[in-house]
């Protein structure tokens, strides 16, 4: 950057305008009548395409083949030739300024576009696409678009009705409904201007009548209101809105990660709700299994309680009804178990239980009142129990029960 603030302030009205030529989304060119269909479909440096090509005045006769008539006229006058050969020179450059001459009384117009033409430098008529044969003294100076042009609107920085700072930015969809009024009334770049101000006011007006939040759920019914508003003041230059899209709404940062900090929270507390309906659902089966099995082993005891009652009273209905098979049988366990203890030597096995031995006791016990027996006679001794070892009945150890 040079140190000059003369030449300082010039470079930096050069980048200024540079980038309001950058910024510019209608623009037009300029071409003659053989470049303007190409000149309509080329792109400049930022990748726009023209929406208007100025046609550069051209004279009644193109001036090549007038030229090369002139060069046979010429040739066939001046050089020493035949009559014949000079003849066919001079039928030659009449024909090229014949040429020239039909070559300006066809006017072509390119599909996606109009013509405008002018007579005596006033607008004429408007052509559309296709091949117009006309007369010298009419003139193609206007080639106007008939496509849809996207028109792109970024507002910045609009107090909502709470507010809070929203940007938005709307596409407009562009439609040139009247391209004389458009060529003639209205330059592109201001046109371009006039759209975004336009534009920006209607956003503007509807933005600070909503709260920041509503600003989000922005939709086709506001986007048709904002149409309607923008529309009528666009007419008088020949553009028609015909369509309104919210590409891009944006809050303030820290209201943003507010807004999504509430959200993260309100999921985190709705899947915490959610696990915990699925806890107590967890345990609430749970619980209702161990009832269910404890349930079952109540009926299971008491089926077996019920079982086992019927098993004893049966029971003592035989024995009531058969004591003596009843008495067979539990001696017979007896010697049963007696049978298997007989082998341990340090069981001692007695049999007929604990009656009998009191009975032999009482009656071999002498009565003390009942006189004394001959010395010669000695009393019978006990009986003593049968073991499984085959100890001597005088054995001091006393018997185990």
Request: charged share 20%.
């Amino acid at each position: 950057m040079s140190d000059d603030p003369g030449r300082q302030t010039e470079t930096m009205a050069e980048e200024a305008a540079a980038l309001a030529q950058a910024y510019i989304q209608l623009t037009e060119t300029e071409a003659s009548p053989l470049d303007a269909a190409a000149a309509l479909e080329r792109r400049d440096s930022y990748g726009r395409v023209p929406v208007l090509v100025r046609i550069r005045r051209q004279p009644a006769i193109n001036p090549v083949w007038l030229l090369v008539a002139i060069g046979l006229a010429a040739s066939g006058l001046f050089l020493p030739l035949t009559y014949a050969l000079r003849a066919m020179i001079i039928v030659g450059a009449v024909v090229a300024v014949v040429v020239g001459i039909i070559s300006r009384l066809m006017i072509r117009v390119p599909s996606g576009s109009v013509g405008l033409v002018v007579k005596a430098g006033r607008h004429d008529r408007v052509f559309t696409a296709g091949n117009h044969w006309v007369v010298p003294v009419i003139a193609l100076s206007h080639l106007v678009t008939t496509r849809e042009v996207a028109f792109d609107v970024p507002v910045n920085e609009v107090r909502s009705a709470d507010g809070v700072g929203v940007a938005v930015d709307v596409l407009l969809s562009l439609r040139i409904t009247d391209p004389v009024k458009f060529a003639y009334s209205i330059t592109p770049s201001d046109a371009d201007q006039f759209v975004q101000a336009s534009c920006q006011d209607a956003v503007r007006t509807l933005i600070r009548g909503i709260e920041a939040m509503a600003a989000l759920d922005l939709g086709s019914a506001q986007a048709d209101a904002l149409r309607q508003v923008i529309d009528p003041k666009l007419e008088s230059f020949g553009l028609d809105v015909s369509g309104v899209a919210f590409t891009r709404v944006t809050l303030p940062a820290a209201l943003t990660e507010s807004l999504e900090a509430r959200r993260l929270a309100s999921l985190q507390l709705a899947e915490q709700a959610e696990t915990y309906s699925l806890d107590r659902r967890k345990i609430a089966d749970h619980a209702a299994l161990i009832a269910q099995e404890a349930e079952s082993r109540i009926a299971a005891v008491e089926h077996e309680a019920v079982a086992e009652a019927l098993r004893l009273a049966k029971m003592e209905e035989r024995i009531v009804a058969n004591p003596n098979a009843a008495r067979y049988d539990f001696e017979s366990a007896q010697l049963r178990v007696a049978e298997q203890l007989a082998g341990n030597s340090r069981a001692v096995v007695s049999l007929g239980g604990g009656d009998m031995f009191a009975k032999l006791l009482v009656a071999h016990e002498p009565d003390p009142g009942a006189p004394a027996a001959s010395t010669g006679a000695q009393a019978a001794p006990p009986l003593a129990p049968a073991t499984g070892n085959d100890e001597a009945p005088g054995n001091d150890e006393a018997p185990k029960a």
